[in-house]
């Protein structure tokens, strides 16, 4: 009888604490939507006359993005399709530019780099290349973080989406440390679990294809100046800073969570793996045709200042080469299940945009920040460096979503860069840069947000290597700025 009235007290409870989250939840939501609508009245009606009427419905629509994006008050897609209906109903600019957005080669590059992570998923060959990292090195504490914190770069090179690398790497991290025996909220936990998080945030770095910021960047620079960063140039440019922050994050990790001697060694994780690797046999036929069309994708970008292919033209042949019958290695019917939320944000934010600069409102935003002050910080290269790392990293703390971060500023930092005279693309590198990598709160990347969503870490952990990495990234691009983009050229 006791039994049963503690469990019904115990499901009250349950019942209750949901209850109150819901009711957080949509409060915050609400609270958004209404917090959108007063500052989109405001400044449609509040701006100075120097704004004309595009850039003031443009600026107000913008303003409405972020603010749902920022109290995540409706799902992402369907925030970028309420962007969408109010560009067409408000009519800032043309309805070709306002679609603009959806028939960029980047929605393309996305679609056909989603469609072949799926095709490579339909193989054992991403986990195979995972079991034998860990089977190598993954016996001691020290080994096993920078396992984790390898893997993500390893995949960034074929599975575009840090979500995608972090939802495939988090269940193989819990279960290693489940295998380890690793009590909740020990050291060693904390580790893994934001070496799962950091490793897929660093993993957007160096290969332009990992992160959607980056294909926004270079195609934004593309599209209002003409200014094309291959494939390999910006492997270049990042290669110093993506190489030095993996080793950094291992660092500031051991560092931030201490281990006692008898938990820096376990056997059991080398073992499982073997195991593991032992039912997968020899490398079967699909996994061999998956690595090799892999490969050719993944040369025909390297190698894009050559044959001049639009990076979209090689993640399509290789989704077509995946998927066809006898030469491929998956299903068409399960490879075109992707996620078309992320397909739709990307659209609506490039359109957005396009639509910011071609209104003129990127422009009047830029002259209204190029105070005298900040035009004579720009003008210095590295005073210029350290003032976008740190308004970005501002910027980003409010503004969570990578993409919408990425489409608002960097209009901007164009218009504030011409307004000063000199060359906007290390500008918008830097900010890209700067956006990708978010450390502090969860939910500043997908990587953050899929790891705490797993209930095994907190927004608390995060904060003080959070600060630390963040404090990495911008001294070491300060450091690489003087030195390696200076003899690049990519830094007057």
Known sequence: MSNISVKESQSKIKEI??????????RRQLSGVMLAIVLFVIILTGLPPSFDEPSRKMIAIVTVGVVLWVFESLPLGLTAALIILLLLLLKPVSIDVIYSGFSSSAVFLIIGGMMLARAVNETSLAKRITYNILAKWGGTSKGLLACILVIPQVQSFFIPAAAVRTTLLLPVALDVLDTIG????????????????????????????AAIGNILTVNMLNQFLNINITYFEWFLYALPL???????????????????????????????????????????????KCLVILTLTVLLWMTEPLHGLDLSIPAILGVVLMTLPRIGCANWSNVVKINFDTIFLLGATLSLGYALTESGAAKKVGEVMATPWVLSLIQDPISAVIFILIATQIFHLIMSNVSTAVVTLIPIYIGIALEAGINP??????????????????????????????????????????????????????LIALTWWKGLGLVP
């Open 242 to 288: 993506w190489l030095t922050l993996i080793p950094g994050a291992w660092l500031v990790l051991m560092k931030c969570f201490p281990l006692k001697k008898e938990e820096r060694s376990f056997l059991l994780v080398k073992e499982e793996m073997q195991k593991k690797l032992s039912n997968f046999g020899p490398l079967n036929s699909k996994e061999k």
């Open 182 to 209: 690793a009590p909740p909220k020990s050291h060693l936990r904390k580790q893994i679990l934001l070496g799962v998080a950091f490793g897929g945030t660093i993993s957007g770095t160096a290969v332009m294809t």
């Open 425 to 478: 693309t290390f500008i918008c590198f830097t900010a890209a840069l700067t956006c990708l990598h978010g450390y502090i709160l969860v939910v500043e990347t997908m990587p953050n947000v899929i790891v705490h969503s797993s209930g095994q870490i907190s927004q608390r952990e995060y904060l003080v290597p959070g600060l630390y990495m963040t404090l990495l990234m911008m001294g070491l691009t300060v």
């Open 17 to 26: 604490t949901r209850a109150d989250k819901n009711y957080e939840i949509n």
